[in-house]
């Protein structure tokens, strides 16, 4: 019975997801497989986890994730075209770490949107694309506050911050030599943001994995984001990330990981600070 009851967390995560349609031709509903599977070192990706500092005193918890509601497969096969659409949900939330486990809360982003992906494969390439229509708005938080000195820390006040944008990404993957190699770039069109800033930027990464056992991956990805500073300048957000996967690769899996980030600050209201550290990282794909 100890057993049953221990093998039960893993007999979960592999097991398939609810599904209403059938496996052929047609619509289905509620798909455990994303058409578009997810930038895994994109720190800005709808995701459930934690990832800890290692060189200072901060950690960030993210709660959300992207879901496909509906997608019509134009058949059973592993090459047939599919099309999903889907939202996206997500909280970003920067936290310091104190004492006797307190965790005062800095800075929290909220992001909620649809989106429309469409998957094939070529030969021996699987191709996909994602079209998002999504809304981010970012804040300081208590936690933010001195209350000795009265003061925000770092002299930085509230402000607004607010976007609304298109973001269009495309990407390929395919086998070489026993590993799995997914390249990708995309673009952001920003139509309403708070403060000023500029309303294109664009997005490259790539992704190497190996199957190190039937439920096991090994992966490293690497993502970079050009981003405005409100000054009219552009700069980057490079994050790097070394970890192992648990279950599903595009499915229900859990990721252990250690990455690096150099670049301006993940969150809207820091937007144009500097933020490099080390991290740890624990994330759950559902």
Do not use: C
């Amino acid at each position: 019975m100890t057993r049953r009851l221990a093998a039960l967390p893993l007999a979960l995560l592999l097991a398939p997801a609810v599904s209403f349609g059938q496996s052929g031709r047609g619509w289905h509903v509620a798909q455990g497989e994303l058409t578009f599977a997810r930038l895994a070192a994109d720190p800005l990706e709808p995701r459930l986890g934690s990832v800890i500092y290692t060189d200072r005193n901060k950690l960030r918890l993210d709660i959300g994730n992207s879901l496909d509601l509906a997608t019509w497969r134009a058949g059973s096969a592993p090459e047939a075209a599919r099309i999903s659409v889907g939202v996206d949900l997500a909280t970003h939330t920067l936290l310091r770490r104190e004492p006797d486990f307190h965790f005062p809360v800095e800075a929290s982003d909220y992001l909620f949107g649809v989106n429309l992906t469409g998957r094939r494969r070529i030969g021996a390439t699987d191709l996909a694309g994602r079209l998002r229509i999504s809304h981010i708005s970012a804040h300081l938080v208590d936690g933010r506050f001195d209350k000795d000195s009265q003061t925000w820390r770092d002299g930085r006040l509230p402000r607004v911050y607010s976007r609304e944008y298109v973001e269009g990404t495309v990407s390929g993957r395919r086998s070489m030599s026993g590993f799995g190699v997914r390249l990708y770039g995309g673009a952001q069109a920003l139509f309403h943001v708070a403060p000023e800033l500029p309303k294109l930027t664009g997005q490259l990464g790539g992704e190497l994995t190996r199957r190190l056992a039937p439920v096991l991956t090994g992966y490293l990805a690497h993502d970079l984001k050009l981003r405005g500073t409100g000054s009219g300048a552009v700069g980057s957000m490079n994050s790097t990330q070394l970890g192992l996967r648990l279950g599903r690769p595009d499915g229900r899996n859990v990721d252990a990981f250690v990455t690096r980030y150099v670049g301006l600050s993940q969150h809207g209201e820091l937007f144009d600070q500097p933020d490099p550290h080390w991290a740890v990282g624990l994330l759950f794909g559902w």
